[in-house]
């Protein structure tokens, strides 16, 4: 298999920071070496698929063998006291979690009116903020950051019964800025270096701070989950442990994977959304004409330009495998590089360009896209994709339906390059335009 160069000790590191946040570089090395390579993170090999059809075929038809997830078991133990949750577990222990997961989100209404009526509840929130600001004459607006919090506390009433309004706010804002801060180090090359062998590399000068860095924000973090757990005394846990204990039947229930599984929910529910709405409203005051003809197209065009998650996560295979001709043994790493389908211009003209119209028809309706594939794709697809996308679509209709948004005095950035593993939009600033509109 063609693959890269790689560097001692750092892999070819080196090349992708030359192209941040990564699509650009998996591209190049896809026209140089095929739709199928390897490259190297440090001294661990990741075979990369960047081509749409082979990501099908493998990491959706061949779900199975696809389904193991790549993990670092020395640096989990430190930060997380063991590799538990839903994100990075696999085998058996995962697939319990992920259904747990997913009975949980369906009871509280994923797929019902219900979940769309606490969904409404947020947005009823933001509009009612916007217009008291409007109302006292308040010119400029932080509307990324009224976004963020609506979906913070989405997840975090689904989570922990509570939304994060009034007191609460300010919770938000610590939370978020320890999310911010975690993805910003696991981004770093210095971080990715250090996931192999912390044992080793936290003793280098050049890693220690890094190290610190990562425990630091990983027990603030858990802190807050062990205190909510606490607070509630999650009878229904209880019950539940309670009851598989008496049957004899092996089970995962424990604080410390309940912890965990909180800390993979919370994250990838609010951060991700979050940031996407935030990009939606930069794109678009950026781009007027596209905001006075909003419809449906606009949450297609924003997951794929925004592609808040450039590397997608990490898979292992959990037997051997052929791909077009490559023996990939049990065990390996591989990645179907969701951002090189998503910025390829083989499939979406001037990719680089925020165009809500390629997703329309001739007749102006929305067509369907197999290539927006922004969730991931097979067993491992992102658990939560029908409530961020519901969250995406019910907060954006609803407030440009009421308000027409410019850019105040920090216009926004579009620049993805800064960032970690999730890639945040720039601060920005707006002037908002009451321009109410019957539906």
């Not at 989100?105 to 969904?119: H, I, K, P, T, W």
């Not at 509630?232 to 009851?243: A, D, T």
């Not at 935030?278 to 950026?286: D, H, M, P, R, S």
């Not at 295979?317 to 990939?328: A, P």
Request: aromatic share 10%.
């Amino acid at each position: 298999m063609f693959c890269p160069t790689p560097l001692p000790f750092v892999g070819n590191l080196w090349t992708l920071a030359r192209y941040p946040p990564g699509e650009d570089c998996h591209l190049k090395w896809e026209k140089e070496y095929g739709p199928i390579f390897t490259y190297w993170v440090g001294e661990m090999p990741i075979v990369c698929i960047t081509d749409y059809e082979k990501i099908i075929d493998t990491f959706q038809k061949d779900a199975d063998t696809f389904a193991g997830r790549t993990t670092f078991p020395e640096m989990d133990n430190i930060l997380k006291g063991g590799t538990h949750g839903v994100f990075n577990t696999e085998a058996e222990l995962w697939r319990d979690q992920r259904k747990l997961a997913l009975h949980a989100l369906a009871d509280f209404g994923l797929g019902q009116n219900m979940m769309q009526e606490r969904v409404l509840t947020e947005v009823s929130a933001l509009i009612d903020n916007i217009n008291t600001d409007l109302d006292a004459g308040v010119i400029e607006h932080n509307i990324a950051e009224q976004l963020e919090i609506g979906a913070g506390s989405t997840i975090n009433e689904i989570l922990f019964g509570y939304r994060f309004s009034g007191e609460k706010a300010g919770q938000y804002f610590e939370l978020k800025k320890l999310a911010v801060r975690y993805f910003e180090l696991l981004g770093t090359h210095r971080v990715q270096l250090l996931l192999a062998k912390p044992h080793v590399l936290k003793h280098f000068p050049v890693f220690r701070q890094a190290f610190k860095d990562m425990k630091q924000v990983a027990k603030a973090f858990f802190g807050f989950f062990e205190e909510r757990i606490k607070e509630h005394e999650l009878q229904l846990k209880r019950e539940e442990k309670q009851k598989r204990d008496a049957s004899g039947e092996p089970h995962f229930y424990s604080n410390t994977q309940l912890e965990n599984m909180c800390f993979d929910l919370w994250l990838d529910g609010q951060l991700t959304t979050g940031s996407t709405m935030a990009w939606a409203v930069a794109y678009l005051i950026n781009n007027q004409v596209a905001q006075k003809k909003l419809h449906q197209e606009l949450d297609a065009e924003t997951l794929r330009t925004a592609n808040v998650v450039p590397e997608n996560a990490l898979h292992r295979t959990t037997k051997d495998v052929e791909i077009d001709g490559h023996l990939i043994q049990k065990g390996t790493c591989c990645l179907p590089q969701i951002s090189a389908v998503l910025h390829n211009p083989k499939i979406y003209n001037n990719p680089k360009q925020f165009n809500p119209e390629r997703f329309l028809d001739e007749n102006g309706l929305l067509k369907k896209c197999d290539e927006l594939i922004p969730f991931s794709v097979g067993k491992r697809k992102c658990l939560g994709e029908p409530l961020a996308k519901m969250e995406i679509f019910l907060f954006l209709a609803n407030i440009f339906n009421r308000y027409e948004f410019s850019a105040g005095t920090i216009s926004p950035s579009l620049d993805r390059t800064n960032g970690g593993v999730i890639i945040t939009c720039p601060p920005f600033i707006c002037l908002i335009k009451s321009e109410y509109k019957c539906i």
